[in-house]
């Protein structure tokens, strides 16, 4: 059986949540799939004990409390064919028919392989942030956060914020990139404000810049991490090393749709024109999908697609020049934390790059693509399907994940048998 929509949106992020809303609000009804049992995405992920951010509520309000959309959390996207869906939640699979769809899937963390990457206790930036938030205890941990961008500010607060004791923020970017990026802020006077109340809720916490880990290290866990900074080696011990170097868009789902796709460095994201249209009929995208660029941009993009989505193309006009401005913030994010060559060459032949089958880099050696990396060594056919060592892979210039192949994500054999014929409205 498949429930129909006139508008599906698959993410419920600050994107996918402007889209319902915008899309509703033009009397489509509307269906809203996440994957996780909240909405608000990574971004605005809920705090175990806290509320979220104003801006997050109303948000997510909007979209939720409005009777034309349909929230359907826990559900997961596991196949496609043309015009619906195949999903599948705590209940089952089932085919979810639409008119337009709306793909607002987002990103995840960029993680890149150092030696001593793998051991218990490193996580990546924004791993840190979501587990902290979900509860993990960090009350009385040395904590180490490294990388790039502006997370590592933002996973710095709330671990903070929830006890630890932070030992440093360790960014990658020089100095003069970093003071070049500050000057410039004066365009966007949220962020300069947002960028000061982290700093401040941070005095007191190293913040070096031009500082790489090289390694982690110790025997069960992580003990001690090595920076290699402007003024050489410093040897850190530590309870919790954090090191995320910015975020991917998840393209997956768009790639088995068909969508175009476009290199944005050296990974794909979708192409959309000025109302957010891939170039598959019927099929919108926004947010990070279409480039990392950060909330503002997202929730632009997001109700610009659900306008469109819904027909309203004036409503999508009206939004373009704060979009322009929104992303343009992204293009001085990107060129201004642009990683240093030694990040890629952190890796060493006997590091782990493939961590669910245990694949060093060594072993790709001689290989040309993926597939045949993966025919040899198994590389990228673990848990994650190549979603952590494929991205990895590409920005050492060696070879990314080469397709999307159903299913997404593994699932019940009878998900995959549910009958894509009969149909019904909502």
Known sequence: MRDGYDVLVVGAGPAGLAAAAAAAGHGARVGLIDAQA?????????EVARTGPALARRGIAAALGH????WLPQTQVVGAE?????????????????????????ARELLLPFPGWTLPGVTGAGGLQALAKQGWPLRGCRVVIAGSGPLLLAAAVTARRHGAELLGVYEQAGGEHLRRFARGLWRWPGKAAQAAWMRARLAGVPYRCGSVVRRASGEARVQAVEVDGPHGLQRIACDLLAVGYGLLPNVELARLLGCALRQSGAHPCVDTDSRQRTSVEGI??????????????????????????????AGAARLQRPRRHARRFAERLDRHFALDPRVRALAEADTVICRCE??????????ADARSARLATRCGMGAC???ICGGALAELGRFPRDGSRPPLFPARLSTLAADPVSFRDP
């Open 385 to 387: 399907q190549g979603r």
């Open 358 to 367: 245990d694949v060093p880099l060594s072993a790709l050696d001689g290989h």
């Open 38 to 46: 909240g909405a608000g995405g990574q971004v605005w992920r809920r």
């Open 82 to 106: 043309a015009g619906a869906l195949l999903v599948e939640d705590p209940q089952g699979g089932r085919w979810l028919g639409y008119r337009a769809l709306v793909l607002a899937a987002g």
């Open 67 to 70: 009777p034309g959309v349909a």
């Open 284 to 313: 919108y995208a926004a947010g990070e999908l279409c480039g990392i660029g950060g909330r503002d941009s997202a929730r632009l993009e997001g109700a610009i697609a659900g306008h469109a989505a819904a027909g309203d193309d």
